[in-house]
Structure formats: structure tokens, C-alpha cells
């Protein structure tokens, strides 16, 4: 959880900022090819976001607000974005770990 929330903190200030969210949203969308002028459908999937995160209310998300979502609903982990491996390449990982090692 908290490597995840670090891959989101853009600027490691401790918060998921609605700009670090927007930047990220909208990264999302470029790579899917759908990037046309999403501007307005992004800002309330930021409102939702926030308001689903937000423990505090404070307009920001903090780790302990990240964690206590998280905690409560896993699919929201990758909420901003993939920031984990897929199996597959966790599993070449871990096999090229694993020879290195034994090397």
C-alpha cells in the first residue's frame, strides 16, 4: 500500500493532490486513446474519487486516507493508474531474481 501511494504522491509531499489525480487520470486516458477533451468527465471522477477517500475531508488524499480505502475496497490500490507489475512480469522477475541468486 505504501509503495503504491508513493507512485501517486507525484511530488512526495505526503498527499494525492486533485492536480497529482488529474495528471495521472489524464496519462490514463492518453495511453487508452482517450484523450479527447475528457476534461470535465475526469474532474468528477475526481470529485467520486475524493469523496470515496477523502477520510478527512481536507480536499486531499493522505496515506492514511489511502490505506483505510484500500483496506476497505483492494481495487481501489490501483485507483490512479496501474503502479504494480502484472503476474507475468512479476513472475520473469522473480525467475531472474531467483537464477541470479543461484548463480
Do not use: H, W
Amino acid at each position: 500500500i505504501q509503495y503504491c501511494f508513493s507512485i501517486y504522491d507525484l511530488n512526495a509531499d505526503g498527499y494525492i493532490s486533485r492536480e497529482e489525480m488529474l495528471t495521472m487520470l489524464k496519462t490514463c486516458l492518453v495511453r487508452q486513446g482517450l484523450e479527447e477533451d475528457g476534461d470535465e468527465g475526469v474532474k468528477d471522477l475526481i470529485e467520486m474519487t475524493l469523496k470515496k477517500m477523502d477520510d478527512d475531508k481536507d480536499g486531499k488524499v493522505s496515506f492514511a486516507d489511502f490505506e483505510t480505502t484500500v483496506k476497505n475496497e483492494p481495487l481501489m490500490l490501483e485507483a490512479f493508474g496501474p503502479c504494480l507489475p502484472t503476474n507475468k512480469f512479476g513472475d520473469q522477475f522473480i525467475d531472474s531474481f531467483l537464477e541470479q541468486t543461484n548463480e
